[in-house]
C-alpha cells in the first residue's frame, strides 16, 4: 500500500480547490474545525462526523505492563487515550476500493 500522508496543507489546498475559498480562508476554515474537534475531545466529548464516524476519549486505568526486551514488570499509569470508529459508510467505501483494485485489469 503505502501511500502518502495527507497534511493539513494538503486539506487547505483541497478546500480552496474545491469550495472557491480563497487559500487564507481555506487555511482558516480547516484550522477551525480540526481546532473545534481537538476542543470537544479534550472536555471529553465524543465528536460524530455522519458516513466518516466517531472520535471519543476513553480512560484507561492503571495497569502492569512489561518490558519486552528485559521482562521486568512497570506500572502503566492511568490515562486518556482517543479511539476512532470508522462509520459504517466509510468501512463500505474502502472496502469497496480495496476489491475493486484486487479484481485485476
Excluded: H
Excluded at 32 to 52: H, M, Q, Y
Excluded at 55 to 67: D, P, W
Aim: positive net charge; aromatic residues 4%; contains cysteine.
Amino acid at each position: 500500500m503505502g501511500g502518502r500522508t495527507i497534511t493539513r496543507a494538503d486539506l487547505c489546498e483541497a478546500v480552496y480547490q474545491k469550495v472557491g475559498l480563497s487559500r487564507s480562508e481555506s487555511s482558516e476554515l480547516v484550522e477551525k474545525v480540526l481546532s473545534e474537534i481537538a476542543d470537544c475531545l479534550v472536555t471529553g466529548e465524543p465528536v460524530k462526523l455522519s458516513s466518516f464516524g466517531s472520535f471519543v476519549v476513553r480512560s484507561k486505568g492503571e495497569r502492569i505492563g512489561r518490558n519486552p526486551k528485559t521482562g521486568e514488570e512497570v506500572p502503566i499509569s492511568p490515562r486518556r487515550v482517543m479511539v476512532f470508529k470508522p462509520s459504517n459508510v466509510l468501512k463500505k467505501k474502502i472496502n469497496e476500493t480495496i476489491l475493486g483494485n484486487a479484481g485485476g485489469d
